[in-house]
């Protein structure tokens, strides 16, 4: 019969799918517990005989059983629901973040977030986590959106939160791996001091954190821990603006001069020549590692 069905209607028919407007069909259910949805252009005369055919359903929660769906496939890796749900996306991108949200909260939350884009899922992975999935193709949205994004979330509901954007995954039987992958990398080396991080801002957090492994850590950290407040902070304002001495003096609201006789310094105290790329990512890790062992 659903063959039958799917050939009469064509297009105009989806068996056991999650539509982006759902509210364009007309929904029905078989004997077997297979959804029908046909659109709602067909003329009242079929839809009276359909719903003779077949059990008519009032409303359809999709947005849950979208949700439920993406959870048994991304946390308990249940790739068998690839088969028996059709879904119109290639792949996916992760937007991590970490919330403290009670259940009213959280459905202000995905109203929030659906105001945005109406395609995104939202799913509450845990108490402390949870991950917004965006369908949109690669670099239809830039770092400033998604910073407006969190600016939202900050403002609406008064908690600082910070936003992990993952590169996009080929929806398949690795999705799940891919999945977990990430989520265990951000719970570990999320930068609370970054609004918008991406993989080259968490592969730095990384590097930042693990520093300590590397032997000849303590010798180059005692050099800096030794120096004037000052010249670690016109050094770490320096690399901040791109090794641009104008740029760092104006943020530090000092001469331009003065400015570059404390990074002189600083490179004769420390043997880390910071104007060159080798040396200042070694201090700049350096400094990062320090910062956070200092605010513990």
Same mark, same amino acid.
């Given at each position: ?45 079929? $839809? ?7 059990? =008519?359903?009032?409303?359809? %929660?999709?947005?849950?059983?979208? !949700? ?24 996916? !991108? ?7 949200? %009670? ?41 400033? =959106? ?8 900050? =403002? ?33 080396? !999320? ?8 993989? @080259? =801002? ?19 950290? @005692? $050099?800096?821990? !030794? ?16 090794? &641009? ?16 006789? $404390? ?25 990062? &590692?320090?910062?956070? $062992?200092?605010?513990?």
């Amino acid at each position: 019969m659903l063959l039958q069905i799917k050939e009469l209607y064509k297009e105009n028919c989806i068996i056991d799918e999650m539509p982006d407007y759902p509210n364009d069909y007309y929904w029905f259910k078989d004997e077997g517990n297979h959804l029908i949805g046909i659109k709602k252009n067909v003329p009242t005369s079929e $839809k009276k005989l359909l719903s003779l055919l077949f059990d =008519e359903i009032v409303s359809v %929660d999709f947005d849950q059983q979208k !949700r439920l769906f993406w959870l048994e496939l991304l946390l308990y890796g249940k790739t068998k629901l690839l088969e028996t749900m059709v879904h119109p996306y290639d792949e996916v !991108r992760f937007i991590f973040f970490h919330h403290n949200f %009670d259940s009213d909260t959280k459905i202000e939350f995905d109203q929030l977030i659906k105001s945005f884009n109406e395609k995104f899922i939202v799913l509450f992975i845990d108490r402390e986590y949870g991950v917004i999935l965006d369908f949109n193709k690669r670099n239809e949205y830039d770092v400033e =959106e998604f910073e407006e994004i969190a600016k939202a979330i900050n =403002e609406d509901f008064y908690y600082y939160t910070n936003l992990y954007k993952t590169v996009d995954y080929l929806i398949d039987d690795q999705i799940s791996e891919a999945f977990l992958k990430e989520f265990n990398l951000y719970q570990k080396y !999320r930068n609370r001091q970054v609004l918008i991080m991406e993989q @080259q =801002e968490l592969l730095l957090q990384y590097m930042i954190l693990t520093v300590n492994d590397y032997d000849g850590f303590n010798q180059l950290a @005692q $050099k800096i821990e !030794r120096l004037s407040y000052d010249l670690v902070e016109v050094v770490k304002c320096y690399l901040d603006n791109n090794f &641009n001495l104008s740029m760092g003096a104006k943020a530090l609201y000092m001469h331009r001069n003065t400015f570059m006789n $404390k990074l002189e310094r600083f490179i004769q105290l420390t043997g880390l020549n910071v104007k060159e790329f080798k040396h200042a990512i070694v201090a700049y890790i350096l400094i990062k &590692n320090l910062e956070l $062992k200092s605010n513990m």
